[in-house]
DNA sequence: GATGAAAGGCAGTGAAA
DNA sequence: TTTCACTGCCTTTCATC
């Protein structure tokens, strides 16, 4: 499964298109030390091949208007397929969703929101989820921050 | 705080771009309706009020060499700002980390967290986060599928 | 703020090493 | 697999509305 086969022009290319998608080919090729075809050549074979799935334009939420985040635990019951589809659907049809996680453990979802307000957090919760017969648990976590950070190095650490 | 006076066309340049940063501004124009030059004068402002914060390439950590992905939930003793900034800085920079959510409730931090396997996540928790005297808390939560969504409206919903 | 024309520059192709 | 050279088209600017 892992297609790890990744020269350092190759991690070159990652780190510089993680941080600007949008880099001029001719000024990664020169970054990079290569002719601006080779790089183009590089970066559209990671594409090719899985490495890169794609480019997108990052978004502050906080802007449009939604300054408030947090994780919500849900606990599914029963844990069917027959219950837990339609609910990932669902989820991921809210625009307060930022990212599901299907997870192992006590609860069986993690869901990562943003809203506009603590009263549209509550509403949400109310409203969205627990009147949701299948959700017999959910726990909120506030979320005062949250950084990303580009994926760095291939396997070995 | 909120800059959110979006029109329809600043809500379809959202959408766009952040299904494809790469999108060419022609064709971004003539999705929209409108001149080439006035879709790039959009794409400006976007980025000038902050809304649009950057254009970056995602990459599958998974065939990096890491398929594994975890929540590791962190408790720091004495919470103070001494001793939290560099366990920040720490955490963010291990090559494993994706994401750092800094949290209220029971757990101070939440890491989403990229590996190769179950031996390299144990490795990660005994010999990077365990050996810190300030963590004295620390539970792992294995995440089976994590999906993302882009954000959508601007804020009443 | 949006438009259209004009100019410069870049992406992308194909042949060669 | 990389490089070079070339063509066409896109990005970008600016004057105008």
Redesign the pocket.
């Known amino acids: 499964m892992h297609n790890a086969e990744l020269?350092s022009?190759d991690l070159a290319i990652l780190a510089a298109l993680q941080r600007d998608a949008r880099?001029?080919?001719?000024?990664?090729?020169e970054r990079l030390?290569?002719?601006?075809?080779?790089?183009?050549?590089?970066v559209?074979?990671l594409r090719r091949r899985g490495i890169i799935t794609g480019f997108r334009a990052s978004v502050d939420v906080a802007k449009l208007g939604r300054p408030l985040q947090a994780l919500l635990a849900l606990r599914v019951r029963p844990h069917t397929s027959q219950l837990v589809d339609p609910l990932r659907s669902f989820v991921l049809s809210l625009p307060e969703t930022i990212t599901l996680f299907h997870v192992a453990g006590a609860e069986d979802f993690l869901v990562h929101v943003a809203v506009a307000d603590a009263e549209h957090l509550h509403r949400l919760c109310l409203e969205r989820f627990l009147v949701r017969p299948e959700i017999v648990h959910l726990q909120t976590t506030l979320i005062f921050k949250s950084e990303d950070q580009p994926v760095q190095r291939p396997s070995e650490m």
């Open positions: 020269d022009i880099l001029p080919n001719k000024d990664l090729a030390g290569v002719a601006p075809s080779t790089a183009l050549e590089r559209r074979a």
